[in-house]
């Protein structure tokens, strides 16, 4: 009876492409998703399409002169729903789909590629100002206003004869009311470092021994509670942010879902405790955490300290031969799913019983 309440992962849409495929996105309040990639000849492409029943429909395709990396819409109002974009020539540029020819913002954020953006403050989720944060291959983290002209509003760069390393992800946290604020970043040779925004200071860093390959807070708009970071080696670690101790920084578990690297992780929006990792074997895995009896004890010294809880499979799938890169669930169908994969294929997945979790 157990195995009959398990959630199964359903493909329900496959649609081949004829580019490489690096972000997709489903669009807020609709039936729509983008995919985001480069073209063989080396230019970016935006493409969007509509779900009607067991199809895709293709309903434009925007080519742009650079290869577009990532993509977010968290910075944006409902009404308006633009799309804000990280390319491979270290751009950062604002579409309305409506309107796609020129960017409504553009600047040239990062001297190389733009690996990882997240967004905030838009489509009602998060208090404070819209922000998007970008994190690049130069090695510096940055926060942007698009209200705002050509600066950054926060730069988080290595200091004066610190090596650069390559930032592969950054995600906004802790925005739960006016003035909090946080990025984690996640970094080539497995550090993962905490920006405050509101000290504009290093709140907190720690090293996990394998490139970063994802890190995402469970929710932006809240009070922090837990942050999952993926990386090369297969592992992911599940970090309990309530509770930060002076030395000893947030307690963690970590899993080992599978031989080969976890590229992304993304939380269900409608149950915080359950996400899902995508794999380079082309697997994806459905996991929950259970928190611990108590979430914070008191160490020698009476200090509080963390209590890291556990994580449980629900379930995997094999969809792919390549690896599966990018990953999104619809904010308003619960179980809808879209991921994307080197075998330039897009997927449209049902998960099935998550109300029963």
């Given at each position: 009876a157990a195995g009959l309440e398990r959630p199964q992962v359903v493909s329900h849409v496959q649609q081949a492409l004829n580019y490489t495929v690096f972000d997709c996105k489903w669009v807020p309040r609709s039936a729509r998703l983008l995919c985001l990639g480069s073209a063989a000849r080396g230019t970016g492409l935006i493409q969007l399409y509509e779900l009607h029943g067991a199809r895709l429909e293709l309903l434009r395709e925007i080519e742009k002169p650079k290869p577009i990396k990532c993509g977010t819409f968290g910075a944006t109002s409902l009404q308006?729903?633009?799309?804000?974009?990280?390319d491979f020539g270290g751009n950062l540029n604002i579409w309305n789909l409506e309107a796609p020819e020129i960017p409504v913002y553009s600047v040239k954020g990062h001297k190389e590629i733009i690996n990882s953006i997240d967004g905030v403050g838009?489509?009602?989720?998060?208090?404070?100002a819209p922000e998007i944060v970008t994190g690049s291959r130069d090695g510096t983290v940055k926060v942007w206003d698009p209200r705002q002209n050509d600066t950054p509003v926060a730069n988080m760069e290595p200091v004066?004869?610190?090596?650069?390393?390559?930032?592969?992800?950054?995600a906004f946290g802790n925005a739960y009311n006016q003035e909090e604020r946080v990025v984690?970043?996640?970094y080539d040779n497995g550090d993962i470092k905490l920006f405050d925004l509101k000290t504009m200071s290093l709140r907190w860093e720690?090293?996990?021994?394998?490139?970063?390959?994802?890190?995402?807070?469970d929710r932006k708009d809240i009070n922090m509670n837990k942050l999952v970071a993926t990386s090369l080696e297969g592992k992911f670690h599940v970090f309990d942010m309530r509770t930060q101790h002076p030395t000893k920084g947030f307690a963690s578990v970590s899993e080992k879902a599978q031989k080969s690297t976890i590229w992304q992780v993304r939380h269900l929006p409608q149950n915080r405790d359950i996400f899902m990792t995508s794999g380079g074997s082309g697997s994806?895995?459905?996991?929950?955490?259970?928190?611990?009896?108590?979430?914070?004890?008191?160490d020698s010294e009476g200090s509080e300290m963390g209590v890291a809880g556990s994580v449980s499979?629900?379930?995997?799938?094999?969809?792919?031969?390549?690896p599966i890169s990018s990953l999104d669930w619809s904010p308003d169908k619960k179980g809808l799913c879209v991921c994307g994969a080197f075998d330039q294929t897009v997927r449209v997945l049902i998960v099935t019983k998550l109300n029963k979790i």
């Open positions: 308006q729903r633009y799309l804000a974009t990280g838009g489509l009602g989720i998060g208090e404070g004066q004869g610190e090596s650069k390393r390559d930032c592969w992800t950054v984690c970043a996640g720690t090293n996990i021994k394998n490139g970063v390959c994802s890190v995402e807070f994806l895995h459905l996991w929950k955490y259970e928190y611990p009896a108590q979430r914070s004890k008191k499979l629900l379930q995997n799938v094999t969809l792919s031969t390549q």
